[in-house]
């Protein structure tokens, strides 16, 4: 009886930690859960490495590729981070959320017929997701497809909430409808926007762009902020003044302002795409 308690009471101790190996989530979604900590402080080095690790040791999960692709876009390796989506896209052909995101990288690469085929597909699977019609109103807007950009930027109006995201979409949706043939929709657009709301962060530089085309704000004090945040600053708000410009009928200042944008160096930023497209339409 002894011997059999005591070797009872000698395993005892075993049973916890075995108990508690099984409920321990398996390596693969560990190293997922590892990256999403690390994205989530952009850390995106450490969360690449650990996508990769989760990949490597279960191949089949989307999810693991859709996370390594916004860990390389985080890192500016946006070629390699489309590669990622569609490794996502192949594994689950109806993705939205990964072809919203690889059309987002189509645009920043300059593949806008890509980016529209992408982002319609996108839309037509989630219609409730205000990045997608984001997204598909500039890839429209980039191609000079100005009267569907409108409605793909109404759709993302209409879904947004926070004031940064209406301010996005609002400032796209204002050249659309204005490019268009859309005036008075577009007038009825300003005429909502306030210039005393308080918008923060890199949106301001939309909200400075609505200011301006409302009469609320000058030339001078938008420019004065073209350097505020160095490449990504200059990129929006040189295309913003120079957008100004081209609707007010100055092709030359436009093109200044469009030359400034480019000169930014920040390919990935919509503010630089656009100017490139536009001294694009210039030439001819």
């Not at 923060?200 to 902020?225: C, H, I, M, P």
């Not at 160095?230 to 990129?235: E, F, K, R």
């Not at 030359?252 to 944008?261: G, H, I, L, M, T």
Request: aromatic share 10%; with cysteine.
């Amino acid at each position: 009886m002894l011997t059999l308690l005591a070797l009872f009471l000698l395993g005892a101790p075993n049973a916890v930690p075995q108990q508690a190996a099984q409920k321990q989530p398996p390596p693969a979604a560990s190293a997922y859960s590892q990256g999403e900590d690390y994205l989530n402080k952009r850390d995106y080095a450490k969360a690449l490495a650990a996508y990769n690790r989760a990949i490597q040791l279960d191949p089949k999960q989307p999810e693991f590729y859709m996370e390594k692709c916004r860990a390389l876009a985080g890192l500016q390796r946006q070629a390699e981070a489309v590669s990622a989506c569609s490794e996502a896209i192949k594994l689950r052909p109806e993705y939205a959320l990964a072809l919203r995101d690889r059309g987002h990288l189509e645009i920043n690469l300059g593949k806008y017929p890509e980016a529209l085929a992408d982002l319609k597909k996108a839309e037509s699977l989630d219609k409730t997701d205000r990045g997608i019609y984001y997204h598909l109103g500039l890839a429209y807007y980039l191609t000079g497809d100005f009267k569907d950009a409108a409605s793909s930027f109404q759709g993302c109006l209409r879904d947004s909430h926070q004031p940064s995201e209406l301010i996005e979409c609002a400032a796209w949706l204002y050249p659309s409808l204005r490019r268009s043939g859309q005036d008075a929709m577009a007038q009825q657009l300003l005429d909502k926007v306030q210039p005393n709301w308080q918008i923060t962060g890199n949106t301001v530089y939309y909200f400075d762009r609505l200011l301006l085309f409302k009469g609320a704000k000058n030339e001078s004090q938008v420019a004065a902020t073209m350097k505020n945040d160095g490449a990504l600053s200059q990129a929006t708000v040189g295309y913003g003044l120079g957008l100004w410009e081209l609707l007010g009928g100055n092709q030359a200042k436009a093109k200044e302002y469009f030359d400034k944008a480019i000169a930014s160096g920040a390919k990935a930023s919509f503010g630089y795409r656009a100017s490139e497209v536009e001294l694009k339409r210039m030439k001819g």
